[in-house]
């Protein structure tokens, strides 16, 4: 299994661009999230899905858009990039039942918008 | 959704026992407590689990009083690679899955 796996590692945006974060899991988890991290600071929930065609919003998010349309993918969307979205992103996911509370997370991916 | 306290920062040397204390007086009947270990450039890793009493698995302890207001992450003989930040998460098995991460505390570990 290769587990929560993220793209791009890496992403340099300029103001106003817009992108799409990657996420893939492949241990059929019906629980996805995204989390956001700033430097020296703790995760940030953005948006969560507890299946195909459900989603959530989490803390922070405004200027993010999400869609689950299977279970292995869950994509974050930046609409309209901002200095201020600059950050680690991590994704995660976990089972519904049983261990729901333990979330695998992927490797991340660090964004920087000029 | 409960809200967690912890201290900031801790340092130890080699060898000793780590307690990290989390606090979460608002913490719900169904709520589990779960802690979760952070090296720098990676993702939070899941260490332990618990609802009350006592938990512990090949890398920690957990400790949970009777009100459940509060939890100790103990980890034995801890060593250099043990340094990371350490993140105490309460939330429902079942119910929003709204998990909040709170600040963490950064463990630093001293030869």
């Known amino acids: 299994n290769a587990g929560v796996t993220q793209t791009p590692k890496f992403q340099v945006l300029k103001t106003g661009q817009s992108m799409t974060l990657q996420c893939a899991q492949d241990?059929?988890?019906?629980?996805m999230s995204w989390y956001r991290q700033d430097p020296g600071m703790g995760l940030r929930l953005i948006h969560y899905?507890?299946?195909?065609?459900?989603?959530d919003q989490g803390e922070v998010p405004n200027g993010y858009n999400v869609s689950r349309s299977t279970t292995e993918d869950f994509p974050l969307r930046l609409l309209s990039a901002a200095p201020s979205q600059t950050s680690v992103y991590f994704c995660?996911?976990?089972?519904?039942?049983?261990?729901?509370?333990?979330?695998?997370f992927g490797p991340g991916t660090r964004l920087t918008v000029l | 959704l409960a809200k967690t306290t912890q201290p900031i920062s801790m340092d130890s040397y080699e060898g000793q026992e780590v307690n990290i204390t989390c606090s979460h007086n608002?913490?719900?009947?169904?709520?589990?407590i779960t802690w979760y270990q952070q090296f720098p450039s990676q993702g939070p890793r899941f260490i332990i689990q618990?609802?009350?009493t006592k938990v512990t698995n090949e890398v920690a302890s957990l400790f949970i009083p009777a009100d459940r207001k509060s939890s100790t992450l103990s980890l034995p003989r801890v060593s250099l690679s043990d340094t990371a930040v350490y993140y105490c998460?309460?939330?429902?098995?079942?119910?929003?899955?709204?998990?909040?991460f709170g600040t963490g505390t950064r463990l630093k570990v001293l030869a």
């Open positions: 998460l309460v939330g429902p098995f079942s119910g929003t899955y709204k998990y909040i």
């Open positions: 608002n913490i719900a009947t169904n709520d589990y």
């Open positions: 241990m059929n988890h019906e629980y």
């Open positions: 899905s507890v299946g195909a065609g459900i989603t």
């Open positions: 995660a996911s976990s089972p519904l039942r049983d261990r729901v509370n333990e979330q695998f």
């Open positions: 618990g609802y009350k």
